[in-house]
Nanobody, 121 residues
Framework: QVQLVEFGGGLVQPGGPLRLSCVAS????????AGWYRQGQGKMRQLVATISNYGTINYSDSVKGRFTISTDNAKNTVYLQMNNLKVEDTGVYYC???????????????WGQGTQVTVSS
């Protein structure tokens, strides 16, 4: 069984930084494509950033130049470094990853439980 768990959410002032981590554990062999999504209160879940196992990266226009997605394949971990945070970045951040696991013939998509990020003064 594969588990995805996010860490690093919290309360931060506008302009401040925060780093989120997403750790894949259990029967994980490797992470294929991974991404971060966020959902503000009363809003639909939206894409923040994605990264492929080839290193192709995409960001939503609202976070370009402020957020950085990266992976540590040895640790099966995906990071989201968030700088110059704005009030509108507030929401629950979810990690999604296509994961190769033991006994599975193909990579499968998993979601973490989400971590709350609140940007407020």
């Amino acid at each position: 069984q594969v588990q995805l768990v996010e860490f690093g959410g919290g309360l931060v002032q506008p302009g401040g930084p925060l780093r989120l981590s997403c750790v894949a554990s259990g029967s994980t062999l490797s992470i294929d494509t991974a991404g971060w999504y966020r959902q503000g209160q009363g809003k639909m879940r939206q894409l923040v950033a994605t990264i492929s196992n080839y290193g192709t990266i995409n960001y939503s226009d609202s976070v370009k130049g402020r957020f950085t997605i990266s992976t540590d394949n040895a640790k099966n971990t995906v990071y989201l470094q968030m700088n110059n945070l704005k009030v509108e970045d507030t929401g629950v951040y979810y990690c999604n990853a296509d994961i190769w696991s033991m006994g599975s013939p193909k990579a499968r998509s998993y979601w973490g439980q989400g971590t709350q990020v609140t940007v407020s003064s």
